[in-house]
């Protein structure tokens, strides 16, 4: 028979309060959570931690459950299973997967006309990330101001005939900059791309106020010195939202090897099925559909050599 008398245990369960809200801003090992009561900085309760085993346990977009543990402060107790992400292989573990940047909409893949070199493997690794991660890809061909070579045209006009929006922008002059916004208007998107190509100053130009910190080239090395060193969420003013992220270098390739990589081309998928054997890799087989569709110009000659290149990076 109960006593009616509460107990400490009790007393705690009252004051418990869960909220849901979204992961908005990392970094070291507190996280701002966005909840009706406002953003909270949080911890992450151990479980969480253990739960995601091989995999990064609390990244920005994540669905969240916290518990209020003061007006500005909580403890996050649970993750909502990810219904999409950006991931790569784990820089320091090769038997681990870094996911980046949670339930976002679509991969916004910038790159320089031409300072730092335009690099179409790089812009095509990341294609490749994107879909693995069920998101959708944009290229930005970005800095036109300082000159748009041959080749940027070139890319833009080959990834807008398989299907991936291309556009040529500059922060400076504005150019590309209203269908920009009308492709992230309503959309979660992360900004990706190597140092240097200009992602702050473009999210500055679209998001008057943000105020991110940017840097000039280096001049020595021609290289950009990365100034994001965390991810964040931003909101865009037409409704959405936009990552920001550190520059990267390069992309180690997750959850994809040498026989199911053909099916993140998606330009190949309406040749294969003619190919004359069905494990076609698309390099030198005879009566190859896919190699034949390159020679016509059906699929850009760039986006092949991107295909051989991430093939022959991978080991099995």
């Known amino acids: 028979m109960s006593s009616g008398k509460a107990t400490d245990s009790d007393a705690d369960s009252a004051a418990k309060v869960d909220l849901d809200g979204v992961i908005t801003r990392a970094f070291g090992n507190r996280f701002v959570v966005r909840t009706e009561k406002g ?148 959309k979660k998107s992360l900004f990706v791309g190597h140092s240097g190509v200009g992602k702050s100053t473009l999210l500055n130009a679209l998001l008057p106020g943000l105020n991110l910190k940017t840097a000039e080239l280096s001049e020595y090395s021609n290289r950009g010195r990365h100034t994001t060193t965390w991810v964040e969420l931003h909101e865009f003013p037409s409704g959405g939202y936009v990552l920001d992220s550190p520059g990267l270098k390069v992309l180690s390739l997750w959850e994809v090897d040498r026989r199911s990589l053909p099916e993140h081309f998606e330009e190949f998928a309406q040749y294969s099925p003619d190919c004359r054997f069905n494990d076609c890799a698309h390099i030198a087989e005879p009566d190859c559909a896919v190699l034949d569709a390159v020679e016509k110009g059906e699929i850009p000659l760039f986006r092949h050599q991107s295909y051989q290149h991430i093939r022959e990076s991978l080991s099995s």
């Open 39 to 186: 953003d909270l900085s949080c911890v992450v309760r151990e479980n969480v931690k253990r739960a995601a085993q091989a995999d990064t346990p609390v990244v920005v977009g994540d669905d969240a459950t916290v518990t209020l543990l003061s007006d500005n402060e909580g403890v996050i107790e649970n993750i909502s299973p990810r219904k999409t992400a950006f991931f790569r292989q784990d820089k320091g573990r090769a038997d681990r997967k870094q996911t980046i940047a949670a339930n976002i909409d679509q991969l916004i893949i910038i790159s320089a006309c031409s300072e730092p070199p335009l690099k179409p493997r790089l812009i095509d690794r990341f294609t490749v990330a994107a879909d693995i991660g069920g998101l959708k890809s944009v290229v930005l061909l970005n800095k036109s101001d300082l000159g748009v070579p041959d080749l940027a045209r070139e890319l833009r006009a080959g990834y807008e005939q398989i299907g991936i929006s291309a556009v040529i922008t500059s922060a400076v002059s504005g150019e590309g900059l209203e269908r920009l916004k009308s492709i992230l208007t309503g």
